[in-house]
């Protein structure tokens, strides 16, 4: 458990023309994914890695679980927080194994607990331990390259991860099968995460809430819903592509836009669906089965309906 | 050939004169090549003067430049080794500034992010990422060092390139095949021994052929 508190932090490089981030002052709380989104140049990369150090900010501080980072050295506040970069920044010089172990080995962990944790980060990112771990990362693809990134950043058990556009360079079908695996390890672990993405899908997918920057400054930092149904202003509205109604809906979960089931509710004939379901999804039955309304499910209870008005409301509302 | 089976002895006395000659310089080069390549990775504006000086200073042909260093010197093995040291220099600073800059960003961030130490960094990732790239220079430099210290033994300074002076004042074919052979068997091996150093010197290279 990790929560993370931004108060006025500031950075301007020498001989910058604006500060890089500017009096950004937010609170990531614990378990919470949230993604940094934002144009190139706008900060976000920058703010990232002033959480672990990488950079110094030049005004305002930074509290993890309420400790001044400054307080804490550098190095030892480093292994404490999981690191996951563009390029995987794999060591072209150690194997699968060796990659995943640096950190417990800088933390003096003994031989066979480093060996366990390796094995079980290796069947944890879904790279079979007797086939990959002796490989080097020039036999892996990209995508299992970012599959070891992955577990090399969780194996000292950091309770934060601090992610750099970690699936930039990977085609798109594997893009989408790591954020999969991002939200189901997301689902085991509960870290904090800290995402930074210029790709308004992956945000949307992805998040828990959104921090969209521009210019080093905070524009807006709500969860996907609110945004698309209520932005801050033009930029942001233009940002995440507000106008694509039958998008927006693929992003929408079902239990955004529903109503409580009513006090009368009696199980009727409503076609059902679960309230993680998109309301794309949602749409789609409805046209198909021509219902008026469909019952939600959460664990196979009904915990409300969704009829097309809220869809519509839910579109209208985005507009 | 005759020559090298009826006098085992002295040969073996010309090739540790000559295996000496060049370990020392060897060792002399790499020592002073480390901080001088770190100097010019840290303060990149120096790479232009140093490799260029160290570039114009390669040019130079050998016996002119130990003729040179023969007045500071003196006439024996000190300049002869003293004029390898700087032949090999080059190509040892340039080797290592090149395997060090070439060495990924990506990787030096991760590795900062993860909480390294500068020490650690150089050991655990710098030094093995550069090691394959400096023992090919190690090499070539070593075969520069065997073929120089072989105009030594025209300034005192033994080896096997006596055989083959020897053998040209006094008309003894045999002595210079004796000494071309041994001359040129001793930079095969040198080479084919730190050619093994170098491949063993990076796991990830063997594997990918195999």
Redesign the interface.
Same mark, same amino acid.
């Given at each position: 458990m990790s929560n993370l508190q931004f108060d006025d932090a500031s950075l301007r490089f020498a001989g910058g023309a604006r500060p890089a981030v500017n009096r950004v002052t937010c609170q990531i709380n614990s378990g919470e994914i949230v993604v940094i989104l934002g144009p190139s140049g706008c900060g976000k990369t920058t703010l990232l890695?002033m959480v672990?150090r990488?950079y110094e900010p030049t005004g305002g501080s930074i509290f993890l679980d309420g400790v001044n980072i400054r307080n804490r050295s550098?190095?030892?506040?480093?292994?404490?927080i999981g690191?996951v970069?563009?390029?995987?920044? !794999?060591?072209?010089?150690m194997t699968v194994a060796d990659n995943v172990a640096?950190?417990p080995r800088?933390l003096g962990w003994p031989k066979p607990q480093i060996q366990a944790r390796t094995d079980e980060l290796l069947e944890l990112v879904k790279l079979s331990p007797g086939e990959f771990r002796d490989?080097?990362?020039?036999?892996l693809s990209g995508g299992q390259q970012q599959r070891v990134g992955i577990a090399?950043a969780l194996a000292g058990n950091p309770a934060i991860m !601090?992610m750099d556009e970690p699936f930039g360079a990977i085609d798109a079908i594997t893009r989408t099968a790591l954020q999969d695996e991002i939200l189901r390890l997301q689902g085991q672990l509960k870290k904090t995460i800290l995402f930074v993405s210029h790709d308004v899908e992956e945000a949307l997918r992805l998040a828990d809430r959104i921090l969209i920057m521009r210019l080093g400054e905070i524009v807006q930092f709500d969860t996907p819903f609110n945004l698309l149904t209520k932005p801050a202003d033009e930029f942001v509205h233009t940002l995440l592509g507000a106008d694509d109604m039958v998008r927006q809906l693929g992003l929408l979960r079902v239990g955004c836009a529903m109503m409580a089931l009513p006090p009368n509710y009696s199980n009727g004939h409503n076609p059902t669906l679960s309230h993680l379901d998109s309301l794309r999804d949602a749409l789609s039955l409805i046209l198909k089965t021509g219902a008026p309304a469909l019952t939600v499910l959460e664990e196979g209870n009904p915990v409300g309906l969704l009829t097309l008005d809220h869809i519509r409301e839910s579109a209208v509302n985005g507009r | 050939m005759n020559y090298l089976l009826s006098n085992p002895g002295d040969v073996l006395t010309l090739l540790l004169q000559h295996l000496r000659m060049t370990g020392i310089s060897l060792g002399i080069a790499i020592a002073l090549s480390v901080p001088l390549a770190l100097l010019v990775s840290r303060l990149r504006w120096l790479a232009v003067p140093v490799l260029g000086g160290l570039g114009v200073l390669y040019t130079i042909p050998s016996l002119a430049l130990i003729i040179f260093l023969v007045p500071l010197f003196g006439l024996n093995a000190t300049s002869v080794i003293v004029a390898m040291v700087l032949y090999t220099q080059v190509i040892l600073v340039r080797n290592l500034t090149v395997g060090l800059a070439g060495i990924?960003p990506?990787?030096l961030?991760?590795?900062?992010?993860?909480?390294?130490?500068v020490s650690?960094r150089w050991w655990r990732?710098q030094v093995?990422?550069v090691l394959p790239v400096f023992l090919a220079g190690v090499r070539i430099a070593a075969i520069v060092a065997i073929a120089i210290a072989t105009i030594g033994a025209k300034f005192n300074a033994g080896g096997l390139g006596k055989l083959l002076f020897d053998g040209i004042q006094t008309n003894r074919y045999d002595k210079i095949v004796a000494g071309a052979i041994a001359v040129a068997a001793l930079a095969l091996v040198i080479n084919g021994l730190l050619l093994a150093l170098e491949h063993y010197a990076?796991?990830?290279r063997r594997?990918?052929r195999d």
């Open positions: 890695k672990n990488l550098a190095t030892k506040l480093r292994q404490q690191y970069i563009q390029q995987s920044g !794999l060591f072209p010089h640096v950190v800088l490989r080097y990362p020039a036999q090399r !601090l | 990924s990506a990787v961030e991760a590795a900062r992010g993860m909480g390294m130490s650690q990732v093995p990422l990076q796991p990830q594997l990918k």
